[in-house]
């Protein structure tokens, strides 16, 4: 019996810009806040002993983690994380917050074989109850981008 293991490696790169905005006169914030940058995890390899879920990379955009807060509070936020899953594919969660009440958020997830460019817009508004976020609204959006898959292919014998 003769079987095919594939060794390869692929990467992925995520391009990001986080703008928190007014949407009403009122609102405390009166102009737009931008963060933004790009994402290329430092763990790129995929190889055929990845089958257990890989290593995480997260990043809170948004928060002293990244520079000025966009807020004193630190409640309008997003969230970007990074794993391998069991088909050595990248999977990307993206998550939004503004304010205190929006614990949940609004989230988005992708899988990303090689050679993907996937572009990406997650929006919310206000859900009332803090001052400091009250008529404002948070966009993140941006390009996630994978190489091509480059590696080698190798026949293995196995038992009879």
Request: include cysteine.
């Amino acid at each position: 019996m003769t079987g095919v293991l594939e060794i390869g490696q692929y990467s992925l790169e995520c391009e990001y810009t986080f703008t928190f905005f007014p949407t009403h006169a009122s609102a405390s914030l009166q102009v737009p806040r931008i963060r933004g940058g790009r994402l290329i995890p430092s763990w790129q390899e995929v190889t055929a002993d990845s089958f257990t879920h890989g290593p995480e990379y997260t990043i809170g955009v948004g928060g002293n983690d990244e520079g000025e807060s966009l807020t004193v509070n630190e409640n309008v936020i997003a969230w970007i994380t990074i794993t391998l899953n069991r088909s050595r594919n990248y999977e990307v969660d993206l998550k939004v917050s503004v304010g205190k009440a929006d614990s949940r958020g609004v989230t988005k997830s992708f899988e990303l074989a090689p050679d993907s460019r996937v572009p990406y817009m997650l929006y919310r508004r206000t859900r009332g109850g803090d001052e400091e976020t009250q008529g404002t609204a948070a966009v993140l959006q941006g390009v996630l981008t994978t190489s091509s898959m480059y590696g080698q292919t190798v026949r293995v014998k196995g038992p009879r």
